[in-house]
């Protein structure tokens, strides 16, 4: 059976230089794994967001991974065990999640990835503030952070909801949101884009790695 994981992990900044040379040079090709990418990640969606303390990587493997030299340097870590319930687009040229097509009835996470076109870039960023503005308020959200590959250019978020009609009703009914999509397609913003919804079966670890926000929006 094919699994997905998101792991995070958050070192301290004496280990920063290590956690970009294992960027740079991840093995990406393991035994067993499918698709793999690791990723810098900011606190907010600005390209001036940059957390250089906390990593991230995708998964999709046909049995459970470990990254012992990440653990190795991390002061603490998240795992989140994903099923893929919806994915449009590719990643590097790959559709690397194998929806199922299943309605959840727990939490969600959504992720979202572009490689964005550079003569559209600016025209991006300006827009990006007030739907940001909107995330954060969204009932329902109980984590958040930037996710790209490249500090510039690849850029993407990930989201974690209560339910899946916490994430819709944001997704479609905020204002600034809705006209974010509906630009899209007329503005062409993206060279590749992946958006993908997944139920979220486990999460093991500290949650504080995936910014999780105060305890009361879990309830």
Do not use: C, N
Not at 170 to 192: G, L, M, S, V
Request: net charge positive; glycine share 8%.
């Amino acid at each position: 059976m094919t699994q997905v994981s998101l792991h995070v992990w958050r070192v301290p900044r004496r280990a920063v230089g290590a956690a970009l040379l294992r960027m740079a040079f991840a093995r990406r090709h393991r035994p067993g794994v499918q698709f793999a990418k690791f990723l810098g990640t900011a606190q907010g969606f600005g390209p001036g967001d940059a957390d250089l303390t906390r990593y991230a990587a995708f998964t999709v493997s046909d049995r459970p991974v470990d990254f012992p030299t990440w653990d190795r340097i991390a002061t603490s870590s998240a795992r989140v065990d994903l099923e893929p319930l919806i994915s449009r687009g590719t990643w590097a040229k790959r559709s690397p999640f194998q929806p199922t097509g299943r309605k959840a009835d727990g939490m969600v996470l959504a992720l979202t990835r572009a490689r964005l076109r550079p003569s559209r870039a600016v025209r991006f960023w300006r827009a990006i503030p007030a739907v940001a503005h909107e995330v954060l308020a969204a009932p329902g959200l109980l984590a958040h952070f930037g996710v790209g590959e490249a500090p510039i250019g690849w850029q993407g978020t990930v989201s974690v909801w209560r339910s899946a009609t916490d994430l819709t009703a944001f997704a479609y009914r905020q204002p600034q949101h809705r006209a974010a999509i509906a630009r899209t397609p007329a503005d062409r913003w993206y060279a590749e884009e992946l958006f993908a919804r997944f139920a979220v079966h486990d999460i093991s670890g500290d949650r504080s790695v995936l910014g999780w926000t105060a305890e009361e929006r879990e309830r």
